[in-house]
DNA sequence: CCTGTTGTTGTACGATCGTCCAACAAGCTT
DNA sequence: AAGCTTGTTGGACGATCGTACAACAACAGG
């Protein structure tokens, strides 16, 4: 039997936009542990400690909550290199050296992030909305690494350019880092971006 | 229309080898038709003309059969590039930018060969033998830039790490224009890479 | 033509998938 | 305390998944 004299709450009642990050913060979490293929309603209910029902409730669907969580996992990691950025002080360069170095800091260059990544990338052809969303996402990147590397003194008619070289090295980097960790180090990673970014900076070219 | 009355074979019997490149051949056109969440058994027995069971008998699983693909289409990415060096002719630095710009080509920079990708890195953090495949695949594809980089008098000492950078950057470029094809032209990708050799080979660094 | 080998078929099976919705209960209002 | 709103449950549903296996048939060797 159930339920003894005393009464707990089943479960909890919590505003609607707390339970929609809960949801995407542990959809995340199994995207991580079991990757792409094990990223299944279920589960992601199972990891957030409600009924499955839940999601889609607050999701059209299982692509939409993988959206969502890219969409978050991204702005966390945006978060973070801003933060580095910023903390690096007012130097324009230092400030763009600090961006690569954090790109491959732990946490940010992790497997378990990469996961995501995929979980959204295997969308990106098929659906539309999806794709819409991905060029929003990497314009956005792009369009910060442009105001960096202004500061720096990189001409405006070659920042489209040179942002788009940099984020392709950066992610390019980031990717292989993620799939085979022993090749090279973050160190490694981060010295081959800074070096690239001397060759746009340097003035005689 | 002959043979008629008699009798047709309900099936054709083929050597093992054929059959499993045509798997394997189906495996990756269904890849780039539906996306890593279509590409069942039962979708990859129809495209193939075979039924179900085949798969099994050829393979140990699916994913078998996804790694296998995805060794066969970079062998054919491969096989595509060594000829477009080739072509370029005895010029070590015409040989290296022919690598470069054809790897940005139509049906190398293909949102489609993309999927075969996507599917087999969504297995590599999950699979010890996935992820011990892509460090010999991505080692060797990194040896061949070493060797067309040494030819250009890139010192032994510095071709690791340049083949590293070369490699990211080429990647990195080419996943963008997967999964962003309206940003930028494999034109101007192929601009990028090819100035960012200018910089690893010129003599004064 | 017959026979043996074996590549191939077709289906059955249990598991798991995403979605849906009527019923329930938590917690605020009255 | 009672009512009401609505966030939440939990199972039903049909579809589809990967796998396994006994029966079948294509084809070479006799």
Redesign the interface.
């Known amino acids: 039997m159930k339920a003894p004299a005393s009464h707990q709450p089943a479960f909890r009642r919590i505003e609607p936009d707390a339970r929609r990050l809960a949801l995407i913060e542990a959809c995340a979490r199994v995207l991580a542990r079991?990757?792409?293929?094990g990223a299944s309603v279920r589960a992601i209910a199972v990891e957030a400690g409600v009924s499955p029902g839940l999601v889609s409730h607050y999701f059209t669907g299982i692509e939409a909550l993988v959206a969502a969580t890219y969409a978050h996992v991204e702005g966390t990691v945006d978060t973070a290199l801003d933060r580095a950025v910023a903390e690096a002080g007012p130097d324009p360069r230092a400030r763009l050296d600090a961006f690569v170095t954090a790109s491959f800091a732990p946490g940010i260059a992790d497997?378990?992030l990469?996961?995501t990544w995929?979980?959204f990338?295997?969308?990106?052809?098929?659906r539309p909305a999806i794709?819409a969303q991905?060029?929003e996402q990497?314009?956005g990147s792009r369009a910060r690494l442009e105001a960096l590397l202004g500061a720096c003194g990189v001409p405006t008619e070659r920042q489209r350019?040179d942002a788009?070289?940099v984020?392709?090295?950066?992610?390019?980097?980031w990717?292989?880092l993620c799939?085979?960790p022993?090749?090279?180090t973050a160190e490694?990673?981060g010295?081959?971006a800074r070096r690239?970014l001397d060759?746009l900076i340097s003035t005689d070219r």
């Open positions: 079991a990757g792409a293929a497997p378990q990469l996961a995929i979980a990338w295997s969308l990106v052809t098929a794709a991905h060029d990497y314009s350019r788009i070289a984020s392709a090295l950066v992610d390019g980097l990717l292989e799939l085979s022993g090749c090279f490694e990673a010295d081959i690239f060759t």
